[in-house]
């Protein structure tokens, strides 16, 4: 059954300033900038005061996301969609997740396949060590799945719709700002990660609701991370 709650009511309006998009886009294209830049020099900077920069700006980037949303009559409820009244719809929107993470792993490792795209050794680095590095990261993974998800499908997949007046446009274009929010990983990895959030805004699209794709991202952020700690020693 549908989310009975509208995502998007209005898909070709946007809800916020194109000011304030920039400021969000700019952002985003900062930290990635400095993760490129920085990539491979390990040892540089200590990791949980990463994790810990990572967490603050996410949910200050989805705070100011927010405060622009309901400035122009748009609650966070409306950018999420969905509703779970009963156990039924939250074990629904788990089952999705699951099915989805499969789906889209098994595209992502055969589209990584062909085009021979690795992860980078330097992300080695960036895996947690300590049991604070892990409890950080989780933390980290559940933000990202939250806030990652709000701000590039619930916000930026709106916004690139209505400048584009095309819901294909917005689906695409936030996927683009997806990959390329993650140049610490390289240019073959950014855009499978590109490829997974065009992926991730069809779900959404098709679910009229970010929970599903929520719960994706954050398990799979979580158990990457800690299964690939133990992976790449």
Known sequence: MVASQPFPSRPHSPVAPWWHTAVVFLVLMGFSLI????????????????????????????????????????????????????????????????????????????????????????????????????????????????????????????????????LAGGILLQGVVFGAGHGYQGGKMMFLIAVYGVLFGLLAHWRRSLRPGMITHGVQDTLGGLLARYLMR
Do not use: K
Not at 70 to 89: H, I, K, N, P
Not at 126 to 139: D, N
């Open 35 to 166: 993760g490129a830049l920085t990539a491979g020099r390990g040892g540089t900077f200590a990791r949980a005061p990463q994790y810990a920069l990572v967490i603050v700006m996410e949910w200050a980037l989805a705070a100011f996301i927010w405060h622009a949303a309901r400035r122009r009559g748009v609650r966070l409820r409306d950018l999420v969609g969905g509703r779970w009244s009963r156990a039924t719809e939250v074990l629904r929107d788990i089952g999705i997740a699951f099915g989805f993470l499969i789906v889209g792993g098994l595209v992502l490792n055969g589209l990584g396949h062909v085009i021979h795209a690795h992860r980078p050794e330097a992300l080695r680095d960036l895996l947690p060590q300590t049991h604070t590095e892990m409890a950080l990261w989780v933390a980290m993974s559940l933000t990202a799945g939250f806030c990652e998800e709000l701000i590039f499908r619930g916000y930026f997949q709106r916004q690139f719709t209505a400048l584009t007046q095309s």
